[in-house]
């Protein structure tokens, strides 16, 4: 058998149960941005994240993550000419909103372990940005490939100094921080059902609040910033950023199967954790103790260069594409990134190390064994 289709990083998967929903949406006529599966699919999300919270959250689903976090920065009042910090090493969709609202984005250093916010250098630019008369209106906090951050640390200097969290939460749904759900830390949080995501609603996101009053006010932005009358009356701007009553029919689907796509994800990793046992120049990011559960969204290794005879992650990635394997170099920091040019940046070269040497490797949940024993294949010659 020589089948060589292509083999990608993570792709769409779907349980079985989305297409009844959706149709369900069309025999009803609920062919808009509202509708039984939009509060169906928030229901199911707030069941899934309660069942572990110590504290009640609220969903608002909405067209994407992107869109999550524009609303969730206007909710914590960022303007044109404030400052919002936000992790570097991450995917522009952290960093844009902060933009969208003519604020300036103070990029901030990662640490080894998850790879996520430094500690360090978050207390040392909030406060130097405090010194130069300006303090940060939020802190955008990510939890990379699904590995949660260390967010104790980053909440305790938060609270010092007074300043609300963001938690990009769009890779770890269903990553869990010290008994804790990802996406019910931060005093804001948000989710992707982006098409590479661990559920997919082909395109959303979710805005999760801690108050009802919170979530009804995401809404009410999402829909159009309507005073309530009869006519159309305003005296807000308003977006139009709710999910639609079809994706989110995907979305009720695709909750039936999140537990199982964790556990696959997981079983990725552990895959690769076997195959590079003996490689001492490959490490993977993993979970520094048992306090931290990824939903290990994506496995990613790094190659360093001074134990590899010369080998690169370009070398591996090359090598796994003349396969037909995809695979890709970690997120390129955001203070690297033309557009951010002229932002401020706190940190050293942690970020930047891990961008050199970094490489995400297929992670679906939708794998199958003769795709793996390709990958193995391919893995083995490059280690040998
Ligand atoms: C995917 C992603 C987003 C954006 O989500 P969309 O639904 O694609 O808009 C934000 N932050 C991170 C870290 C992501 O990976």
Redesign the pocket.
Known sequence: MSDNSKIWLSSPHMGGFEQTFVQEAFDTNWVAPLGPNVSGFESDLENYLNAVASQEVHIAAL???????HLALIMLDVKPGDEVICQSM??S??ANPIAYLGAKPIFIDSEPETWNLCPNALEEAVKNRIAKGKKPKAIVA???YGMPCKFDEVRKIADYYQIPIVE?S??ALGSIYKGRKCGTLGDIS?L???G??IITTS???ALVAKTKQTKDKAIFLATQARDHAAHYQHSEIGYNYRLSNICAGIGRGQMMVLDQHIALRREMHRFYELIFAAAKDITLLREPNTELFSNHWLTAILIDPKKSNGKSREDLRLLLEQHNIESRPL?KPMHLQPVFSDCPYYGGNVAEQLFENGLCLPSGSNLTPADKQRIQTVLEKFIS
């Open positions: 067209s994407s993550g992107t869109a999550a976090l991450t995917f969709a952290s990510v939890h990379l990009d769009a890779e948000i992707s059902f982006n590479n995501k395109g959303g996101g997120w």
